[in-house]
C-alpha cells in the first residue's frame, strides 16, 4: 500500500480535528525518527507547539517484533522535559507498539498522548505492550490497516529509486 502527500493531508486534517477537540495543551510534540518526524513537523506547525525528536533503533521488515533500547537523536528536547509535561508523541504508524513503548521509556513526562497516521492495531490502547504504559492517556489514529499489509509513505524511498 503506498499512500500519497493527498492521503497524509487528509490524515492530518482529521488528527488536527480530534487533537483540538480533546482540548490538552502540549508541552511538545516528539516525532520519532525517521517515521515520524514528517507528520511531527506538520502538526508543530499547525498546532504551534515546538518540536523535538527521538531516534529508537532496532526495526527491520525482517524482525519487526524486536525490542529497542536504544534511544539516539536530539535528546536536548527530552532532557528539558518535566514529569508533569504533556508531551504528543507522533510517528508514522503502530506495528505493534514497541517503538512507541520504547520512546516513551526515554520521556520523563508521565502524561503522554500518542499519535499516528496508521494502526495495525485496531484497539492499541488496551493491546500489550502498549497496556502496560502507565503513562499513556489518548491515542489519536487517522485510519487503521490490515495487519498484514506492508505501507510506504510518499516520504520514503520507492524501490526504483534505491536502485539508482
Not at 518535566?82 to 510517528?91: A, M, N, R, S, Y
Request: charged letters at 25%; one cysteine or more; hydrophobic letters at 40%.
Amino acid at each position: 500500500m503506498r499512500l500519497t502527500w493527498k492521503d497524509i493531508d487528509a490524515g492530518v486534517k482529521t488528527l488536527v480535528s480530534d487533537i483540538r477537540k480533546n482540548e490538552t495543551s502540549y508541552t511538545l510534540v516528539m516525532g520519532i525518527l525517521r517515521g515520524g518526524a514528517p507528520l511531527a513537523t506538520m502538526l508543530s506547525h499547525i498546532l504551534g507547539i515546538p518540536m523535538g525528536v527521538i531516534g529508537i533503533t532496532g526495526y527491520t521488515p525482517e524482525n519487526p517484533e524486536r525490542v529497542y533500547r536504544e534511544c539516539y537523536g536530539s535528546v536536548t528536547s527530552i532532557k528539558g522535559l518535566k514529569k508533569e509535561d504533556k508531551v504528543l508523541l507522533v510517528d508514522d504508524i503502530i506495528d505493534y507498539g514497541n517503538t512507541l513503548c520504547a520512546a516513551m521509556s526515554f520521556l520523563p513526562s508521565k502524561k503522554i498522548d500518542i499519535c499516528c497516521l496508521l494502526s495495525k492495531i485496531k484497539a492499541p490502547r488496551n493491546t500489550l505492550p502498549l497496556a502496560n504504559m502507565k503513562m499513556l492517556d489518548q491515542i489519536f489514529v487517522y485510519r487503521y490497516v490490515n495487519p498484514q499489509c506492508w505501507v510506504n509513505f510518499p516520504w520514503e524511498a520507492t524501490s526504483e529509486q534505491k536502485k539508482k
